[in-house]
Every structure is written in structure tokens, then in C-alpha cells.
């Protein structure tokens, strides 16, 4: 499986970026996709999950009511939704797909939010 984010950009507080994730490969061995972030100088976090079969969706509190994941099955393309961006949103946000084995992950995209 191969991931591929988009979408990143510099954007001011308050602000919207949607984030893409194209995966391409085997991707009918993907059980469920998710977001994660890391901040400069601080530890990888998790975002939010989109569970493949039922459409269900977990998140992060933090982002909780600002930020929304969804799915293109069709297009094998996640999407993250930001709205309301505040500059502690600032990071590179990668994108994973879960399987039955290790996780694949794409090489990132940076969002920077302006106060």
C-alpha cells in the first residue's frame, strides 16, 4: 500500500485546509485509515480514524467539532476537513493505513496555521 498526502499550506487562524490521502496498491487489505500530526519538537498524536466498513469516526478532543474524516472508497482517498484552525494545529499531518500486519504510512504534508 502506497500513501500519498496532499493539501498541506500555510494558512491564517481561523482559517480551512482539507487534507487528501491517496492510497494506491492493495488497498482492499486496508481495515481502517487515520490522521495523525506531529509538532515541532514534540511526540507523534493521533487525529482521528475513519473505520473502513462502517464509516465510523473517532476523534482526537482536541479536534473535536473543528475537524472532520471521511472517505472516498470509490477513489481510495481520505480526506481530513479542518476547520477553525488555530496555530497549535500547526504540524506535519501524515496519514496511516491500518492492516493485518504493519501500518503503512505516507510521507506527510505541512500545515502551518498564522496567528
Known amino acids: 500500500v502506497q500513501l500519498v498526502e496532499s493539501g498541506g499550506g500555510l494558512v491564517q487562524a481561523g482559517g480551512s485546509l482539507r487534507l487528501s490521502c491517496a492510497a494506491s496498491?492493495?488497498?482492499?487489505?486496508?481495515?481502517?485509515m487515520a490522521w495523525y500530526r506531529q509538532a515541532p519538537g514534540k511526540q507523534r498524536e493521533w487525529v482521528a480514524t475513519?473505520?473502513?466498513?462502517?464509516?465510523?469516526?473517532y476523534y482526537a478532543d482536541s479536534v473535536k467539532g473543528r475537524f472532520t474524516i471521511s472517505r472516498d472508497n470509490a477513489k481510495n482517498t481520505m480526506f481530513l476537513q479542518m476547520n477553525s484552525l488555530a496555530p497549535e494545529d500547526t504540524a506535519v499531518y501524515y496519514c496511516?493505513?491500518?492492516?493485518?500486519?504493519?501500518?503503512?504510512w505516507g510521507q506527510g504534508t505541512q500545515v502551518t496555521v498564522s496567528s
Open positions: 475513519i473505520i473502513s466498513r462502517s464509516g465510523r469516526t
Open positions: 496498491g492493495s488497498t482492499f487489505d486496508i481495515n481502517n
Open positions: 496511516k493505513a491500518e492492516v493485518i500486519g504493519p501500518d503503512y
